[in-house]
């Protein structure tokens, strides 16, 4: 009996079909510290070179059947690395988290992502922790400070401390780098950016004098402006289901914006 | 979360207690007719997106052909990465009998719905203050499940004893399917649970 007892419970736990909860924290080994190692990849396979060029893209949130094609458009484009902007999945559920990495895995170059404000719902915060890393990050490449930020500041009921502009303004000091590209989910100019750090965000990127753009998702429509008149670009792209990504080219202070329909 | 935990405990020992009581008891004897309120069966859950274990009181009705439970569940965080406490309702229907010799039957398909409300502060079930209407159309506390499963009965000398299992989804995984089947395939979206119910009155 016991045997029988002990295989029964092994068959139930080993079989991926039973779920305890959809809002379960359940990351299996593989799926976790993403960005860590999209990081350590980026560190060991691009080399030294004048120009970096990434592919911005976001709002994947049930839009699984377009994300599969975008992989397929974007692993024909030679980019460095692809910046996934946020609302990963919809509802915040464990199994999103999954779907959506089972496909950006098929990516021929690393990607990183950053917590989107769907994301946070339910246990979706710490499903995003435990798969991706810390909510804000950075990273030096070829001259260039990559600072990944949580901007969802109604989640938190725009408490004051979401965006951490204390911890952006620590990013973007330093002589380490020459040039500074900050991206988050909820560009500062929407309403679901704590108004009362609107101000605050756009003046650290401009005192910084290494920040020259601003990267976002969120308003699941392509945008590309000068909001503070300061000459920073804000550059905002649209959700999957709109079957378009962004090709950001960056050089010394300079860029450029490219639109790919697929 | 500490009190979900004691909560739950409690349901267990409860289970246990009534399941002794109700064992240790002469069934020569005869027994009035329970009040209404009185369980047919307790329930023992593993899994069925409700928690890691649920515990809860079944009543049969419609003449047997289907039951109703109430099931108190929970996930620790040892296990589910944070401590998650639901209650569910659920409705069963038992459509197709099988006897299987004097003592067991078989009910090779099931087929029910059940509703789970995932309790604390942290699972809003209206959209909050803070959010303009229409913000979020979902509510992250209450989940709508469909399934299929299946059930024996096993009469023993003296008690009867059901094993059960389902398999199923809800509606937030229902609509991502149905908006991506070329993508998600529906093994992606079902998931399962597994349990025993004992009655109480045989």
């Known amino acids: 009996m016991r045997p029988l007892l002990f295989s029964f419970i092994f068959i139930l736990t080993g079989c991926s079909l039973f779920e305890y909860h959809p809002y379960e924290v359940i990351v299996p080994d593989d799926e976790q510290d993403l960005n860590a190692k999209a990081i350590q990849a980026i560190q060991a396979t691009i080399p030294q070179k004048d120009t970096l060029t990434l592919i911005l893209m976001g709002d994947t949130q049930r839009f699984y059947d377009d994300v599969d094609d975008f992989v397929t458009s974007a692993n024909t484009y030679a980019a460095d690395f692809v910046v996934l902007n946020g609302d990963i999945t919809d509802f915040g559920i464990n199994d999103e988290f999954h779907w959506v990495h089972s496909i950006m895995k098929k990516l021929n170059k690393p990607y990183l992502a950053v917590i989107g404000n769907h994301d946070v719902s339910g246990n979706g915060e710490l499903v995003f922790e435990k798969m991706y890393g810390s909510l804000n990050y950075s990273f030096i490449k070829n001259g260039f400070k990559f600072i990944f930020l949580n901007t969802n500041s109604r989640e938190y009921r725009f408490n004051g401390h979401v965006p951490d502009t204390t911890w952006l303004k620590d990013q973007l000091t330093g002589d380490d780098f020459s040039h500074g590209v900050v991206s988050s989910h909820v560009p500062p100019f929407d309403n679901d950016f704590d108004p009362a750090l609107e101000n605050a965000y756009a003046r650290i990127l401009r005192h910084s004098n290494k920040v020259n753009v601003s990267l976002h998702g969120h308003l699941h429509s392509y945008s590309n402006s000068q909001p503070y008149d300061d000459g920073i670009q804000y550059i905002v792209s649209t959700s999957m289901d709109q079957r378009m990504y962004l090709i950001l080219k960056l050089w010394d202070d300079k860029f450029s914006v490219k639109e790919v329909y697929y | ?202």
């Open chain 2, 1 to 202: 979360m500490k009190k979900n935990y004691k909560l739950f405990a409690i349901a267990i020992a409860l289970f246990c207690f009534v399941t002794s009581i109700t064992l240790a008891q002469d069934s020569t004897a005869a027994k009035p007719r329970p009040k209404w309120y009185i369980p047919d069966a307790l329930d023992l859950q593993y899994a069925g997106s409700i928690g890691f274990l649920s515990a809860g009181a079944g009543y049969d009705i419609i003449h047997k052909k289907a039951s109703i439970d109430i099931l108190f569940g929970y996930l620790p965080r040892a296990i589910g990465g944070n401590d998650i406490s639901t209650i569910t309702l659920k409705f069963t229907a038992l459509p197709w009998k099988i006897r299987a010799g004097d003592n067991t039957t078989i009910y090779p398909v099931t087929v029910g719905t059940f509703f789970s409300y995932t309790m604390g502060e942290k699972y809003s079930s209206d959209l909050p203050s803070w959010y303009p209407d229409g913000y979020y159309w979902w509510s992250e506390a209450v989940r709508v499940n469909i399934f299929v499963g299946g059930k024996v009965r096993h009469k023993f000398s003296k008690n009867i004893w059901e094993a059960y299992y389902e398999v199923g989804t809800n509606e937030l995984k229902l609509v991502s399917y149905v908006q991506n089947t070329g993508y998600l395939t529906v093994w992606d979206i079902l998931h399962a649970g597994a349990g025993v119910r004992f009655y109480l009155n045989p």
